[in-house]
Antibody, heavy 120, light 110 residues
């Protein structure tokens, strides 16, 4: 069974940093692109970032570009999202998910999410 | 900020049909395939439709997707109380190399 499990969320002050992790199991991690999607309280879904299966390609939403860094360790089946210079508007549940390409990209298997709260 | 527009809400009685529209542009829907995601209350999103009209295994054929031009549509037939959820469309925005979601639609079963 495909599973992705997020961790690392919590309360952080504005301007602070946080690292989210995603542990993958039940599939060949190195064959899949991975992505993060967030959802602010009571709001819709916002795509954050994605990384290619090999890790040599990364993509970011404009709202996090230059502040967030996405990386992966295929030897440990883990994904890491380093978040710096956090703002109140980064407060959200962050979902880790697999990204798959058929005729086009889609987000296939989602984790349960981890809550990040940016507040003083 | 979402670039794909959906109606905020739709509703129908049990057993009836609802359709949810997703409107975009030639930069996203017009030249890419659309996916749909279901988010039940308090749960993580779940893939419902990909490549405009394909259903992952386990998704009942009551759910269908279509695309025409710069718009896509999700249809739900035989509406059930368990279908009450938020539904989001999504697609790859090729020129910006980002993934974009729709504004989301809340489905209510009357």
């Amino acid at each position: 069974e495909v599973q992705v499990l997020e961790s690392g969320g919590g309360l952080v002050q504005p301007g602070g940093s946080l690292r989210l992790s995603c542990a993958a199991s039940g599939f060949s991690f190195s064959d899949y692109a991975m992505t993060w999607v967030r959802q602010a309280p009571g709001k819709g879904l916002e795509w954050v970032s994605a990384v290619s299966s090999s890790g040599d390609g990364t993509f970011y939403a404009d709202s996090v570009k230059g502040r967030f860094t996405l990386s992966r360790d295929n030897s440990k089946n883990t994904l890491s999202l380093h978040m710096n210079t956090l703002r109140a508007e980064d407060t959200a549940v962050y979902y880790c998910a697999t990204a798959r390409y058929s005729s086009d990209w889609y987000i296939e298997n989602w984790g349960q999410g981890t809550l990040v709260t940016v507040s003083s | 900020q979402s670039v794909l527009t959906q109606p905020p809400s739709v509703s129908a009685a049990p057993g009836q049909k609802v359709t949810i529209s997703c409107s975009g542009s030639s930069s996203n829907i017009g030249n890419n395939y659309v996916s749909w995601y279901q988010q039940l209350p308090g749960a993580a999103p779940k893939l419902l439709i990909y490549d405009n009209n394909k259903r992952p295994s386990g998704i009942p054929d009551r759910f269908s997707g279509s695309k025409s031009g710069t718009s896509a549509t999700l249809g739900i037939t035989g509406l059930q109380t368990g279908d009450e959820a938020d539904y989001f469309c999504g697609t790859w925005h090729a020129s910006l190399s980002i993934y974009v979601f729709g504004t989301g639609t809340k489905v209510t079963v009357l």
